[in-house]
């Protein structure tokens, strides 16, 4: 399977549960942090895919941990290997923002053949702290007893963070562009209609407008999330594997599932059931 098509069937068909076991790609062992931020920046190429990091001299300690924390998993390195040669899509990281302790993903572009070919992963300079909430992160959330614990440490958290973004880049691969630009142009006039009407969302010209994109705004949006958190899900499921709390950190997750997103409990479910350890003990 080429490195296209693995990218546009990596969550609808297998996440990625070929690529984490027998055909997992070995990714380059980092070197020092100054000398692979500044090999990758002078080797890329505006008009070539591959993986661009582009992380200010001040944060380049605390990036090579989170970025290590994250190869240390098959699931990492064989993404990160992926989107290393990857034949059009540059994925950009960088570290900065004004949400220190959270992460973003934008910046895309299209090709004129709809393939998905520049993104750009924002990570705030302290993601290594801070948990969101469990509603729409049920995977980070779970996390935060067991650093109290220290039975992790802060590093699990922003390679998890990492991971959740990964899923981004993921899902918006998948997404048809013309979809995509639609919903950015169709969500605005959705709110305004949405704030005027008394927040009745059965206006007909509300139900129109989400039946067009695909769904309301709140739709739209929190899938996206649930698929950065099926990602996360895939990194701990890997990271976490081996630990005797393996069990009662999933189980956090499903109940969270559970009660905040029901509707999409087969996306995490389907991870569990790859890795029978973890569907036997918390996803039955």
């Avoid at 895309?108 to 990570?123: D, F, H, R, S, V």
């Amino acid at each position: 399977m080429n490195i296209s098509s693995r990218l546009s069937r990596l969550f609808l068909l297998t996440f990625l549960v070929v690529l984490a076991g027998s055909q997992v790609v070995t990714a380059q062992q980092p070197g020092s942090a100054r000398n692979s931020v500044r090999d990758r920046n002078v080797s890329s190429k505006a008009d070539a895919g591959g993986l661009r990091e582009d992380i200010p001299e001040k944060y380049a300690k605390r990036y090579q941990e989170w970025k290590e924390e994250f190869l240390s998993t098959d699931i990492g390195k064989a993404q990160w290997e992926m989107y290393s040669h990857h034949p059009y899509l540059q994925l950009t990281i960088t570290v900065g923002g004004k949400n220190a302790e959270g992460a973003g993903t934008g910046k895309y572009k299209w090709n004129e053949k709809g393939e998905l070919i520049a993104a750009t992963i924002i990570l705030g300079e302290r993601i290594n702290e801070g948990y969101p909430s469990a509603v729409y992160y049920p995977v980070m959330n779970a996390l935060e007893p067991f650093e109290s614990r220290n039975l992790i440490g802060g590093t699990v958290l922003a390679a998890t963070k990492i991971a959740h973004e990964f899923g981004h880049v993921m899902k918006i691969s998948t997404t048809p562009h013309d979809v995509y630009h639609l919903q950015l142009q169709l969500v605005p006039i959705y709110n305004k209609i949405f704030l005027s009407n008394g927040y009745n969302v059965n206006d007909p010209r509300l139900v129109e407008l989400a039946q067009k994109m695909g769904g309301n705004p709140v739709e739209i949006w929190e899938d996206r999330e649930y698929w950065g958190e099926a990602n996360a899900m895939l990194f701990l499921r890997d990271r976490v594997a081996k630990e005797k709390f393996h069990c009662r950190l999933f189980g956090k997750i499903k109940r969270a599932v559970e009660e905040y997103a029901k509707d999409y409990e087969e996306r995490f479910a389907e991870i569990a059931k790859s890795q029978g350890a973890l569907y036997s003990c918390s996803w039955k």
